[in-house]
């Protein structure tokens, strides 16, 4: 008996240094995360963000029906800034579920604010971001706007298109992916910021909010705030 009990117990320490030696191996190191944004940062021709803190090392990503939650809502309230009907928009939100998915500001543009269009017209490239999250886009270019083909991995709200499809072919990547995309945005953001706090021109090959908005969205799945509440200090 006595010799079974140690048996085990030798059994479940060698099982608990396994599952040490696989959270640690699973570990990411954020100052090599950093060091690849750095260099990734100059080949995209942005300015090295020496300066800027590494990421906090506590980063836990939202749950991923939270994520699709949010792409989805984000889906139809672009497309209403580019001219879908308010009341479909609205009647497809009920149908889904969603309505209380809202933020506050995209809930006032929804319901009758068309002077915030250019606010979520850009947001598109946040789309963008979260498409690929999801695992609808191979990359993510930070050289390049989001692809033409983007409108296509969301429902057609022509059709008004239930989101069934989309939340059944939905599959997070690896957190370790999205840590890096996160980290890549911040650096380049600052180096957007930096330029316009400077007079010079702003880096890249792509329009600015393209940056910013995809930092948005990398940002908000790290974090625990509301979507109207983002913080992209830089």
Request: a negative charge; aromatic letters at 10%; hydrophobic letters at 45%.
């Amino acid at each position: 008996m006595f010799i079974e009990i140690r048996r085990f117990r030798i059994i479940c320490m060698v099982a608990a240094v396994v599952d040490l030696q696989i959270t640690m191996g699973n570990e990411m190191n954020y100052f090599e995360v950093r060091s690849k944004s750095l260099a990734d940062s100059e080949k995209l021709g942005f300015p090295r963000a020496d300066i800027l803190p590494i990421l906090d090392e506590e980063l836990v990503i939202r749950p991923v029906e939270e994520i699709i939650d949010r792409a989805l809502v984000l889906s139809v309230v672009v497309a209403v800034s580019y001219g879908f009907p308010r009341n479909k928009a609205l009647s497809w939100l009920e149908k889904e579920s969603l309505t209380d998915s809202l933020s506050s500001l995209e809930l006032k543009f929804v319901k009758s604010s068309s002077q915030l269009s250019q606010v979520f017209q850009v947001q598109v490239e946040a789309l963008c971001a979260f498409a690929w999250g999801l695992g609808y886009l191979p990359t993510l270019d930070f050289s390049a706007a989001s692809p033409n083909h983007l409108v296509s991995v969301f429902p057609d709200f022509k059709v008004l298109e239930s989101a069934r499809r989309f939340r059944e072919k939905a599959r997070l990547l690896p957190v370790s992916d999205m840590v890096s995309a996160l980290d890549l945005a911040y650096c380049l953001h600052w180096g957007i910021s930096h330029a316009r706090l400077g007079g010079g021109i702003v880096p890249g090959k792509v329009p600015p909010h393209v940056i910013v908005e995809r930092h948005r969205a990398l940002e908000w799945m790290f974090s625990s705030v509301d979507w109207d509440d983002i913080s992209l200090d830089t």
